[in-house]
Every structure is written in C-alpha cells, then in structure tokens.
C-alpha cells in the first residue's frame, strides 16, 4: 500500500500546473452543484451524473442530521464522482480516494489534478494507491485516524470475488448511519456482481440495499444503495421527496428490504407511473 496526505500549499502548485492538463481549469472555488452542472460530463469517467446527484443528496441529508464520517471512494479513476463526493462533503471531513491507478495506465496525476482543478479541498484528501485485496478495514481506519466512513463508493475491481472483499471492508469501516454504493450492479457485462452482493447481504442481515439508482445507460449503470435496516426508510423517504419525478412506482423485490428504484428512463418511469397502483408506505 502506499498514499499520501497532500499540505494545502499544493494547491497553488496544482493551480499553477493547470494549463490545460486534466479537466479544463474551473472557477475557484466550485460548489459541488457548480461541478454537476458544469464539469461532471466532461470529467472522464464512467458514473452517471444523476447518480451522483444521489449521492450529494444523501451526503447533505447526512451533515443536517448530524451523520459524520469520512466519505470515500474505492476506483476513482481521474476523479470524475470521487469529486462530486468532496465537494459536498463538510469542511472537516477526509475524502478517501484509493485506486491501484493502473488502468488503462497510471492516472495518478490527472486524478490530483483534477481534483485541484475542481476545487477539492487538498489538505483533506487521504489518498491509498493500492490494490483492494491488499487491504484490509485496519488499513483504511488506520489512515483514517480510526474516523469510520459515511459514504463510501465501491467502484474498483469488477469481480465477484473483489467486490465480495471490498464490500466486507467497506461494512467494517461504516459509521451506524453510513451508505455503501455499490456500481455497476445489473450491468450486463458483470452479471456476478449483484449475485455475489445478494449472497453477501443474506449473511449480514442489518444491512439491506434501500435503493436502486437506475442505469443511465450500459456503461452509466445502475447503483445500490446499502444501509443498515435502522436507516433505510428515512433514506428512502428523503430519496423520494427529493427525487419525486425519478420514482419507480414499484419496490425493486429484494427477499429481505423492498428497495427504491430511481430512474431517470423517460420509456420508464411516466409509463409505469400510469400504469402501476402506488402502493401505500
Ligand atoms: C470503472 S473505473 C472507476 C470509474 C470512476 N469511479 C468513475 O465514476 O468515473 C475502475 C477503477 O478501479 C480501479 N481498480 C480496479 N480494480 C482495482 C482493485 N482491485 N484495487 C484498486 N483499484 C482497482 C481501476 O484502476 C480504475 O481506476
């Protein structure tokens, strides 16, 4: 494992470094609705901008309701939602980034540029450059000065048998009202993913997917949202007064929580919307 915690003098370096390098250089500072609605869709990268709209959501719902932690991701690539993820956090939060940053070759740099770029406050980002399966809870608490996460993105390896690690560690570091997001579920092209997740929650039944955040496309695929049981319903309750017009009127059918699904699919949601009785909470 390696990281570094970066001093917030490296930020005028980083500014100075910004002709062009990375994501276009961005007013100073950006809000995190600033980046959603101008830098996100430029930013390379994969996770859809309405997913991550959720996950700003949750992160605000989460700093009114005195919910603290860091928040984090595991496959940040250049940036493109880790970003979105420190830019609404609070001001005393850390913001973990950990990726192996060797795909397609080594992004390391764009990805501390890009977060210059956008603002993000340096002096609060932990970064772990290494391979998930090297890690273990202990390693992430550790440099996190034993703060558990309330947020955490799992966005790395795409197998069944990395994403069964990085979600047991991920449940290891969670405060008692943190959200796991876990990516690329119902993705074709990974149809282990949701299987192993499936077999994984059976075995820790305190914790439940409370939502689905729908594809917004093959690569943009969909997200679970996973709690504990205690704090799926006001997440849920908050997810759909704040994303009212998004709302699947069905629950997606999980044995053990029945889950939200949001959707921003125009064929979907105003189709079903006429066509399914909403059933009562
Ligand atoms: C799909 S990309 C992440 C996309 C990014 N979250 C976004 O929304 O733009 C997956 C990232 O995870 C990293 N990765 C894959 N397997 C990993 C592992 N086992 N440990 C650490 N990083 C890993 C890759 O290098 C890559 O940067």
Redesign the pocket.
């Known amino acids: 494992m390696s990281g570094q915690r970066i001093g917030s003098d490296f930020l005028s370096g980083l500014r100075r470094l910004l002709g062009g390098a990375g994501a276009t250089a961005a007013e100073w500072p950006l809000t995190d609705a600033e980046y959603l609605e101008r830098h996100y869709e430029s930013m390379p990268?994969?996770?859809s901008r309405f997913s991550a709209e959720v996950a700003v959501r949750l992160l605000k719902y989460q700093q009114a309701h005195d919910i603290a932690g860091a928040v984090g991701?595991?496959?940040?690539?250049m940036g493109?939602?880790f970003i979105a993820l420190a830019l609404a956090s609070a001001p005393g939060d850390a913001c973990l980034a950990?990726?192996?940053?060797?795909?397609p070759e080594d992004v390391f740099d764009k990805f501390m540029v890009n977060c210059g770029a956008m603002g993000v406050d340096m002096a609060r980002l932990v970064t772990i450059r290494?391979?998930?399966?090297t890690l273990a809870a202990g390693d992430i608490l550790a440099r996190l000065g034993g703060v558990k996460l309330r947020f955490l993105?799992v966005?790395?390896?795409h197998t069944a048998e990395?994403l069964r690690h990085d979600l047991a560690m991920a449940l290891q570091v969670m405060e008692p009202g943190g959200i796991v997001c876990l990516?690329d579920m119902l993705h074709a092209q990974y149809p282990e993913l949701a299987i192993a997740v499936r077999d994984q929650l059976a075995a820790e039944p305190d914790f439940v997917v409370f939502c689905i955040v729908d594809r917004a496309d093959l690569i943009a695929a969909a997200k679970y949202l996973v709690c504990r049981r205690a704090y799926a319903v006001r997440y849920q309750d908050l997810l759909r007064d704040a994303f009212a017009e998004d709302v699947f009127p069905a629950p997606a059918e999980f044995a053990a929580f029945p889950a939200l699904i949001l959707s921003k699919d125009a064929r979907l949601v105003p189709h079903y919307r006429d066509k399914i009785e909403i059933p009562a909470a």
């Open positions: 990268g994969f996770s991701e595991i496959g940040v690539l493109r939602s950990i990726d192996d940053f060797t795909w290494a391979n998930t399966t993105h966005d790395g390896g990395v990516d």
